[in-house]
């Protein structure tokens, strides 16, 4: 963990932090405990958009699970990494494979906080 993140999470005035989470470059989910409790929201970037196989919903359920370790799970979020588009050259995904993507999103943020 950086310094930057325990400094950042634990005094920035933001609504919310964006975090990409969709490979092992992020690191794992340790800093989040500096996150203010039920103040800010953390949107999990567990579904990538960099390639179009699509993620496990066990998998990314499992990952939320392990950072509600480190905050509480009200204040997560689920979203994609990034957008479909982000880079000039845009990602080797197809329109339905990006549909497919956002509506495993959906299906795995509603089962995870149905009961929330």
Same mark, same amino acid.
Request: hydrophobic share 35%; aromatic share 10%; glycine share 6%.
């Given at each position: 963990?950086?310094?930057?993140?325990?400094?950042?999470?634990?005094?920035?005035?933001?609504?919310?932090?964006?975090?990409?989470?969709?490979?092992?470059?992020?690191?794992?989910?340790?800093?989040?405990?500096?996150?203010?409790?039920?103040? !800010?929201?953390?949107?999990?970037?567990?579904?990538?958009?960099?390639?179009?196989?699509?993620?496990?919903?066990?998998?990314?359920?499992?990952?939320? !699970?392990?950072?509600?370790?480190?905050?509480?799970?009200?204040?997560?979020?689920?979203?994609?990494?990034?957008?479909?588009?982000?880079?000039?050259?845009?990602?080797?995904?197809?329109?339905?494979?990006?549909?497919?993507?956002?509506?495993?999103?959906?299906?795995?943020?509603?089962?995870?906080?149905?009961?929330?």
């Amino acid at each position: 963990m950086s310094r930057w993140q325990s400094s950042c999470f634990g005094s920035v005035n933001v609504d919310a932090f964006f975090l990409e989470y969709d490979s092992e470059r992020a690191g794992g989910f340790e800093p989040l405990r500096f996150i203010k409790p039920g103040h !800010q929201q953390v949107v999990l970037g567990l579904v990538t958009t960099k390639t179009g196989q699509l993620e496990n919903p066990e998998d990314v359920k499992r990952r939320i !699970q392990e950072a509600s370790q480190y905050v509480n799970i009200n204040q997560l979020c689920l979203s994609p990494q990034c957008g479909f588009a982000s880079t000039e050259e845009g990602n080797s995904l197809a329109e339905e494979q990006q549909w497919d993507k956002l509506k495993l999103t959906v299906e795995v943020a509603a089962e995870v906080w149905k009961n929330q």
